[in-house]
């Protein structure tokens, strides 16, 4: 029986969200073609291993055959979402190296299978380390629209799957496939990257610490490795930081001035990109009012600098629903309301339809 696989793998991979085929760091050892594998999102590849940690990392891969096989390394934490021709499971990982059959029939077919990291980097890193099938890999089929996400707790889906607002934190019940940017971006048929950590702020973490903030970590490759990355011109890019800024009655003096910067910097990689600033629904009261309040500063900041396609999103709660999971997290409903919102101003802001 013949079996196509990934090996030989990339030496440094980074296919980010809108990106056709490789970007100008990725190298590859041996065979200059990934034979069916698009990889979305930021990976970090050694020799025949591909290693990712962010939430929303995605592998896509188009077949002509009976079945996949997927060769995964992970601590046992983490899960994944598998899309199989439109049909989508989980898959639970177990520790250490498996192979995960994703796909299974008695008759050769096309097929399309993606697999989507439900978790966030505290759960530990996943090493890709081969795919195999018994048929032959097809060309990737790139996406013309693409959105990045820089965001907290929120955007990675924390407690998304939870019950109630009573559970705590865990990975059972994170799922980044349900955050409302992965929501809208598979509605306009678009790729999403998210660079997203739990309890983080822009210049103040939840917890009051003021290192390893969002300010540091969305350039890295792995949030677990110094390793830096520019990021890709995108087509909407989404801020979604604040609220662990703010909460608690904090008020970071220099939060205005740090927040124009990243949104100058995010304009110098995406000239063309839409950005939005989102806030909400996660901060009440005066903490709300001061964070809307220090957004739009850092918006008005861009603006007078002659900024035009920017604005600012308050996202916020549907109401006569249950709409909050573990510890007031917004749940699959929430997060689908705010997803209608953004859907509604990108619609518009740059006259997009959903795709059929």
């Given at each position: ?92 990982l177990k520790k250490g190296e498996h192979t995960y059959r994703v796909l299974s029939d008695t ?77 809208v971006a598979r509605r306009f048929g678009a790729d999403v990257t998210t660079l997203a950590a ?77 950005i939005y600033a989102g806030i909400g629904p996660m901060l009440w009261g005066a903490d709300l ?68």
């Amino acid at each position: 029986m013949k079996v196509a696989g990934l090996r030989p793998f990339l030496i440094a991979v980074l296919a980010a969200a809108g990106l056709n085929g490789l970007t100008d760091r990725c190298a590859l050892a041996g065979e200059s073609e990934l034979h069916g594998a698009r990889l979305v999102g930021r990976f970090l590849a050694t020799g025949t291993e591909a290693t990712f940690e962010w939430p929303g990392t995605a592998i896509e891969v188009e077949f002509q055959g009976a079945w996949l096989d997927v060769v995964l390394d992970d601590t046992g934490r983490n899960s994944m979402v598998v899309d199989v021709d439109g049909s989508v499971s989980r898959l639970d990982l177990k520790k250490g190296e498996h192979t995960y059959r994703v796909l299974s029939d008695t008759v050769a077919a096309r097929h399309a299978v993606r697999l989507v990291r439900r978790t966030e980097a505290s759960f530990g890193a996943t090493v890709l380390k081969d795919i195999r099938t018994d048929g032959s890999f097809l060309p990737p089929q790139p996406k013309t629209r693409s959105f990045l996400v820089i965001g907290d707790s929120i955007s990675a889906g924390y407690g998304v799957e939870g019950k109630d607002a009573k559970c705590r934190f865990s990975a059972d019940t994170e799922n980044q496939y349900l955050t409302f940017a992965a929501v809208v971006a598979r509605r306009f048929g678009a790729d999403v990257t998210t660079l997203a950590a739990s309890g983080k702020g822009l210049v103040r973490n939840y917890d009051g610490s003021t290192n390893a903030t969002m300010s540091d970590l969305y350039t890295r490759l792995l949030p677990s490795r110094p390793d830096r990355e520019q990021l890709p011109d995108t087509s909407v890019i989404v801020v979604h930081l604040g609220s662990n800024d703010f909460s608690g009655g904090a008020r970071p003096p220099d939060f205005v001035a740090r927040y124009a910067d990243l949104l100058a910097q995010l304009r110098a990689n995406a000239p063309d990109a839409m950005i939005y600033a989102g806030i909400g629904p996660m901060l009440w009261g005066a903490d709300l009012d001061a964070a809307v309040s220090a957004v739009n500063k850092a918006v008005a900041v861009r603006r007078a600098a002659g900024e035009r396609k920017i604005a600012l999103i308050r996202f916020d709660s549907p109401r006569g629903v249950a709409s909050r999971g573990c510890d007031s997290h917004p749940n699959e409903i929430g997060q689908g309301h705010m997803a209608d919102e953004l859907e509604a101003r990108v619609k518009a802001d740059l006259g997009w339809e959903e795709t059929k």
